[in-house]
């Protein structure tokens, strides 16, 4: 198991099962050969920011909301796409491919208000749950404060979201005392009604979305890329966050432009 | 009505007595260091948990212990004062069902993180005397804004302090409690008027903007 070695193998004395019962916290349950190295866990990442601010693009324009709801929700598409910028941006410099936008296909989530406010709650909790259960594999310390600090907002996003549509505070607009991860599999199992033409549609090398065939390789070589990068990733992505208000990226799924 | 200090809880008031004088040692140490934020995200991680769990928990490092420590000592402040700010009376209808849920994590929290301490080893730190200025439950937006402020100097603290804890495990907990400030941080901002979304990724305090926050704390 490459669980324990979360960061940089300080945690290596600690026993896995420590997250599974201590911590309340599915973290020791996802698979250790998730994610080989960080910048798998960045794609993965990556890929649910491009579906977030695909759907937040199209929702945004399909359905009128109030002026704070509408305000809300545009800030929120900004973050999003502020996300995707900063992690592919990070990917880059840590040597790796970025995935590409996925094809999406919303559905019904665009009919009205309540359609795309409930699915984008949706999408916002499972962000959480997803950077919650993927966190533990990264081994860079710079990186996983950024991700956390990504984490955060999510977190932000799904509340809010909860709030405008008047969910009970417990359980709706809080979902108890602590978040809860969710591993890989679950996360994929979530979002897969919105991933058009079946999982890794969106024609990347990188096969991000493996759906129903989870990796059973050992995920033993998961430190060289880290020491690289060490000194500089964590700046990276607070550059990227920085550079995030001026959204200039652009996460339209080529050959898919509005159809509204 | 006394304007607050967007850097300043409760007005730069101190809000806390430390009677031990190596708590409060500790405290003010473990603030230099990871920030006053850090207390509010770094524990809770024991809700619910089964208490089996203690039996596998063999041990812990030091500093880990100490910013769960400093963690718990910022828990009592924040459930102390929804506690107080709810018997007031301030609040009614959605906003009371919402302060009511927060205080209720804020509590659980602080019964998490001193059951994690122990069950790493460790001693918690004994519940500090904590006075509030006399407006800070004037009324209800004196209330509200009051911990719109604290909610995201918690934030925005604890993402200092990330890189700081060694065990991967309290890394994840303390990961999972930051989330749920985040919440009630956006929310707060939401009844106020404020912004919700300060930032596309959480912001960080640097070491003297976090002692230049928690030094009013400690009387």
Known sequence: MNHQDLIKGQATDVSPRL??????????????????????????ALTLEFLEAEFYRQGNKAVQLSGIEGKFLKQIQSDEESHV???????????????????????????????FLTTSRTFENVGVNAYLGAAGFLKDKGILQAAAGIFGVEARHAAIIGLLLGLPAKGGVFVGDVET????????????????????????????????????????EAKDTTGLVQATTGGVLVAGAAVALIARHRMAPRGEEDDD | MRPFNKNRVF??????????????????????????GAGLVAGGLMTGASSAAAAVVQSADKGDIDILNFALTLEFLEADFYATGLKKGLINGRELELITEIADNESSHVTSVRALVKQLGGTPVNKPT???????????????????TFEEVGVTAYHGQVGLIKSGDVLGAAASIAGVESRHAAVLAALIGGNAFPAPIEKRRSKNEVATIVKPFLS
């Open chain 1, 19 to 44: 997250a599974l019962g201590a911590l309340n916290n599915r973290w020791a349950m996802a698979k250790a050969a998730d994610f080989a190295n960080d910048v798998e866990v960045l794609n993965f």
């Open chain 1, 85 to 115: 910028k900063t992690l592919a941006d990070t990917i880059k410099k840590l040597g790796g491919t970025p995935a590409e936008a996925p094809k999406v296909e919303f559905g019904d989530a665009f009919e009205n208000r309540k359609n």
């Open chain 1, 181 to 220: 991860p969710k591993s890989k599999d679950e996360v994929l199992a979530a979002v897969a009604p919105f991933l058009a033409g079946g999982a890794g549609a969106g024609g990347t090398e990188t096969v991000i979305i493996p759906a129903g065939a989870p990796d059973t390789g050992a995920g033993g």
């Open chain 2, 11 to 36: 007005g730069g008031e101190p809000v806390l007595g430390i009677a031990h004088e190596t708590d409060r040692r500790a405290f003010l140490r473990m603030a230099g260091l990871v920030g006053v």
């Open chain 2, 130 to 148: 904590i006075k509030f200025p006399a407006d800070t439950f004037k009324d209800k937006l004196s209330f509200l804004k009051a911990a719109s």
